[in-house]
């Protein structure tokens, strides 16, 4: 079965988490739970971060942009991870910076 480009993208994050010993979860949105939570939740030196992946030209749900926006609320990060991005290196970037 060929993997869908966002799989490849979350592959990608989940990687470079691993490689950085950061812990991550990856919620499963189902009937039972929450929808529009973002693909992993991270903490990061004691920081929670939030990571929503999308492929190509994939833009995030309007219940997406909800749980980002409350999670900015509360006092955490949330990014919307694109391969672009894992390509110039931005969430190792982030992380570092979160680590600083």
């Known amino acids: 079965m060929a993997q869908t480009p966002e799989v490849k993208v979350k592959a990608?994050?989940?990687k470079i988490l691993k490689e950085n010993n950061v812990y991550f979860a990856m919620p499963i949105g189902t009937g039972y739970g929450s929808s529009g939570v973002p693909d992993f939740?991270?903490?990061v030196?004691?920081?929670?971060?939030?990571?929503?992946a999308k492929?190509?030209?994939?833009?995030?749900?309007?219940?997406?942009n909800k749980n980002i926006r409350?999670?900015?609320?509360?006092?955490?990060m949330a990014v919307v991870i694109a391969e672009?991005?894992?390509?110039?290196?931005y969430l190792e970037q982030l992380i570092q910076?979160?680590?600083s």
């Open 84 to 89: 672009e991005q894992l390509e110039l290196g």
């Open 70 to 76: 409350e999670i900015k609320e509360s006092g955490g």
């Open 45 to 52: 030196n004691g920081h929670f971060l939030a990571i929503e």
């Open 55 to 64: 492929a190509g030209k994939g833009t995030t749900t309007a219940l997406q």
């Open 97 to 99: 910076l979160m680590r």
């Open 12 to 14: 990608k994050i989940k």
């Open 41 to 43: 939740l991270c903490c």
